[in-house]
């Protein structure tokens, strides 16, 4: 909707255009309320780029006016503000189309919202809206993964704990299993902390791994700190899970693991880089452990 703006002229405000691109990569984790707030911020977007176009044009009409309705041709310094000027009316009005179909849009949204989900196979959204738990618990065994993969993201969200079990049942799904762990830490259930643990061990290689060790930080359970300092120094996964597992146990806050994350990390610094891109991933894994050991340390003062 607002590519025919977006090409135009000066850069856009930044809400407006976080806004445009989560709706263009929404995978259907986005609630109606929320593409409805979305929605709004393009249309305020669009009204302020209108604004701003309107007045570049005043005030080149002002500066170059007289020469534009004189000169025979327009070169040099006058060309690009001819341009600009030229363009204003076609750009406002753009601008001014969007938003009216974004607010248009909008209050449409919010009517989908305020709807009960109903139907043997519900919006999943709608349920999301509606705090509709059995429903997206019933979702998790649809035939279709999208529409399983969207009620897990719905349940953690809400942080069902009666998700619990059939989300650690998910995580044997290599096309679940990703957002089955990140939906555990959400929950926050202590449960979830040795199946995440085994996961994480089976499968140190997966990127799935890397955001079950994020889990566990977000669980915040001292049980995971010793297999998290075991990960601390492991170079597997390209050396993304030590990277994580050093911000998970900053993230618990249990002070016992600082002693071991030092000496992690004087091993880390007394290392030898083969390269420069070695010694720089070094050097960022040494940055990122003493970040955590700082986080660390502060709590443990306070």
């Known amino acids: 909707m607002t590519a025919a ?26 609630t109606p309320t ?34 534009f309705r004189t000169a025979s041709l327009i070169y040099g310094e006058y060309y ?20 009216r179909n974004a607010l248009a849009l909008a209050a449409v949204y919010d009517r989908v919202a305020r709807k009960p989900p109903r139907g043997r196979r519900p919006d999943l959204a709608q349920c999301y809206e509606h705090k509709d738990t059995p429903r997206l618990l019933a979702a998790l065994g649809d035939r279709d993964p999208g529409a399983r993969l969207q009620a897990v993201r719905f349940l953690g969200r809400l942080q069902a704990t009666g998700a619990v079990d059939p989300l650690l049942g998910l995580l044997d799904d290599p096309a679940a299993a990703e957002e089955a762990a990140r939906a555990l830490g959400r929950i926050g259930d202590a449960r979830a902390v040795d199946p995440l643990i085994g996961f994480v061990r089976r499968n140190p290689d997966l990127k799935e791994a890397a955001t079950a060790v994020v889990a566990l930080g977000e669980l915040g359970d001292p049980r995971a700190v010793g297999f998290l300092l075991e990960c601390l120094d492991e170079r597997r996964n390209r050396g993304l899970i030590g990277n994580l597992a050093a911000h998970a146990l900053a993230k618990i806050g249990d002070p016992r693991a600082v002693a071991p994350m030092r000496e992690v990390l ?28 700082n986080t660390l340390t502060g709590a443990r003062d306070s």
């Open 5 to 30: 703006v977006v090409g135009f002229g000066s850069r856009p405000p930044t809400r407006g255009e976080q806004s445009a691109q989560e709706l263009r990569a929404d995978d259907g984790s986005l």
């Open 34 to 67: 929320e593409i409805a707030g979305h929605l709004r911020e393009i249309a305020a977007w669009m009204q302020a780029f209108a604004e701003k176009t309107a007045r570049r044009a005043r005030a080149i009409e002002t500066q170059y006016g007289h020469h």
């Open 80 to 99: 690009t503000p001819y341009l600009d000027y030229l363009a204003a009316p076609k750009k406002i009005t753009a601008a001014n189309s969007v938003r």
């Open 266 to 293: 004087a091993r880390r610094r007394a290392e030898t880089a083969e390269s420069d891109v070695g010694k720089r991933l070094r050097d960022l894994d040494c940055r990122l452990i003493e970040e955590a050991i």
